[in-house]
């Protein structure tokens, strides 16, 4: 596959350390956020969803934060490790039973410094 | 194999070409999409099939694109006419259902480069 990310902004962060990733997202209806994580020349994978009700959900070493008033999503990653380092997707969806149309953001990189 | 599986997985075409990418999706999987990925930018969303029909086709850029699953499983994109616009990484992903809209599972994509 091709490689993404090519111009995308990029965050570098020191093995170990905690990495938060931001998202602006455009549709105030939107009921539904996922974060995907992509690695060169592979497919978005899945990492961690939240529900517009929600503001904070946690997962095994990542959390996302969620703030409707400035349209916001992050995603932190604790303990940063070498096999975090990809790209890193927002995607909204209009509701949470939509089943098709995710409208991802730009991306972000992340590179993991040993 | 367990995942996604998409084929070829690299096609150059010329201009004005036909070109026909194929999509298996995980096995039992009854919801299936089809995503484009421009170099540096996030995928954009092209079509989704519940089964064997188009379920929602708002994404496809216009009429030379066209994409079928006759027996609600394999399905192939079909682009005539390409342009040099249409290179990217076309990407499908199935799910269990309808339901899940964030458990998609991406193959690998099919790398299309128009010359």
């Known amino acids: 596959g091709e490689s993404v990310g090519l111009h995308l902004p990029t965050l570098s962060v020191q093995e170990g350390d905690n990495s938060i990733i931001n998202c602006a997202y455009s549709?105030?209806?939107?009921?539904?956020f996922i974060w995907y994580k992509q690695e060169s020349g592979k497919g978005p994978q899945f990492i961690i969803d939240?529900?517009?009700?929600?503001d904070k959900r946690q997962g095994q070493r990542v959390t996302v934060l969620l703030n409707k008033t400035v349209k916001h999503l992050s995603l932190q990653i604790a303990a940063t490790q070498p096999g975090d380092s990809a790209v890193y997707f927002c995607?909204?969806?209009?509701?949470?039973?939509?089943?098709?149309?995710?409208?991802f953001g730009g991306g972000t990189r992340l590179m993991v410094k040993p | 194999g367990a995942g996604v599986s998409q084929t070829p997985s690299n096609k150059v075409t010329e201009k004005g070409k036909y070109v026909e990418l194929r999509c298996d999706p995980i096995?039992?999987?009854?919801?299936l999409y089809w995503y484009r990925q421009s170099l540096g930018q996030g995928p954009e969303f092209l079509i989704y099939?519940?089964?064997?029909?188009?379920?929602?086709d708002s994404g496809l850029p216009n009429d030379r694109f066209f994409a079928v699953r006759p027996e609600g499983s394999v399905s192939t994109l079909k682009i005539q006419r390409t342009e040099r616009g249409d290179s990217a990484v076309y990407l499908c992903?199935?799910?269990?259902?309808?339901?899940?809209?964030?458990?998609?599972?991406f193959g690998e994509g099919s790398r299309l480069t128009v010359l």
């Open positions: 992903a199935s799910s269990l259902n309808r339901g899940w809209t964030g458990e998609l599972f």
């Open positions: 549709n105030s209806a939107s009921d539904y």
């Open positions: 939240i529900r517009s009700n929600m």
């Open positions: 995607a909204e969806s209009p509701a949470y039973n939509a089943g098709n149309m995710l409208t």
């Open positions: 096995s039992g999987h009854t919801a």
């Open positions: 099939f519940q089964g064997t029909g188009a379920a929602d």
